[in-house]
């Protein structure tokens, strides 16, 4: 083959490759998402692997709302596969950038929004509807391996809180810091409301978790007063200590 003809046939083939990935369908690529985070359903699915949406993000059967993706040509770089990735749904809203890594590795970098505290109900220990609230994220980094945290930096607020079980209550607001060394560890605060918490958490990379604190309220006759006795008894101070440790 004559070294003219192989001046057109190799631009030609590179430009061909360069089409076909621009436009694979984003549906193909549904099939190994999948197989990389089981429990995640896409429906509704249009556009390509580097920009797209769907109608439904599903997770654990959960409805989630859309979800829109645009390609992060900074991933590569670090030798990952990244999007700037969007959730929608009424009140909530989840912006940030997602790269995938080795096996089971998740980074996410500056995730911010908003999430109403009700559309976590499958994950809390209460029954559906207990608890109203709205939370908000901004955190600058966060690495998940397995499933599990393993880094984190940032803040998460939890404003206008309130209990409709065992009985109807207004909780506040809280403020939780979050930081990482060889574990992630966070400070718990109200943020002026009917009760006052101080407590401390950590999370340990193989899913063990600590959480202490204490709790008491500022009106000794309030419903979050009455809250507090579900808990037992006070100690001297009049404030409810706590402290349990688990694993996910």
Not at 38 to 60: C, K, Y
Not at 153 to 163: E, F, H, I, N, P
Not at 193 to 222: C, I, M, N, T, W
Request: charged letters at 15%; proline letters at 6%; one cysteine or more.
């Amino acid at each position: 083959m004559s070294r003219r003809i192989l001046r057109w046939l190799v631009p030609g083939i590179v430009a061909y490759l360069v089409f076909l990935c621009a436009t694979f369908p984003a549906a193909y690529a549904t099939r190994w998402l999948r197989s990389r985070t089981p429990g995640i359903q896409l429906t509704g699915v249009s556009g390509s692997i580097w920009s797209g949406q769907a109608q439904q993000l599903v997770f654990e059967s959960v409805p989630l709302g859309t979800v829109s993706w645009h390609f992060d040509w900074r991933a590569p770089w670090s030798g990952q596969l990244g999007y700037h990735l969007r959730i929608t749904d009424e009140g909530m809203q989840l912006d940030g950038r997602v790269a995938i890594g080795h096996g089971q590795r998740l980074v996410i970098h500056n995730l911010v929004g908003r999430v109403p505290l009700q559309r976590l109900d499958h994950w809390l220990p209460l029954p559906p509807d207990s608890v109203a609230g709205l939370l908000q994220l901004d955190l600058s980094n966060l690495e998940i391996n397995n499933g599990l945290p393993q880094t984190v930096q940032g803040t998460v607020t939890l404003g206008d809180a309130s209990l409709s079980w065992p009985q109807s209550a207004a909780l506040g607001s809280y403020r939780m810091q979050l930081s990482s060394a060889k574990a992630i560890t966070a400070t718990i605060q109200d943020s002026g409301g009917p009760l006052v918490l101080e407590a401390q958490a950590q999370l340990e990379p193989d899913g063990r978790y600590h959480v202490s604190g204490k709790l008491s309220a500022r009106d000794a006759d309030s419903a979050a007063a009455k809250l507090l006795t579900y808990l037992g008894s006070p100690d001297p101070s009049g404030k409810y200590p706590f402290d349990f440790a688990g694993h996910l």
